[in-house]
């Protein structure tokens, strides 16, 4: 069985969906918000302790970083 995180066009989305959330600063927090948003329908709460999927957590968060990366060695 397939899991989210082999959605290579979801993760790209998320992914992409993340920068919207807070930019640069903290793409841990922003990675985990896009990724519940997806998961529960809605952002967390302040105190929102309902568990998401990990591997698409951190499929997500690698694919921001990769892309981050190849848009910072980019001179466009």
């Known amino acids: 069985m397939s899991s989210?995180?082999?959605d290579q066009a979801l993760v790209a989305d998320?992914?992409?969906a993340s920068l919207s959330l807070g930019g640069a600063g903290e793409p841990e927090r922003d990675c985990w918000r896009v990724v519940h948003r997806h998961v529960h329908g809605m952002?967390?709460?302040?105190y929102d302790?309902?568990?998401i999927d990990e591997d698409l957590f951190l499929?997500?968060?690698a694919r921001?970083?990769?892309d981050s990366a190849a848009?910072?060695?980019d001179p466009a």
């Open 4 to 6: 989210p995180a082999d």
């Open 14 to 16: 998320l992914a992409r």
């Open 43 to 46: 952002l967390p709460s302040e």
């Open 49 to 51: 302790i309902r568990e």
């Open 59 to 61: 499929a997500v968060l």
């Open 64 to 66: 921001r970083k990769a």
């Open 71 to 73: 848009a910072a060695d």
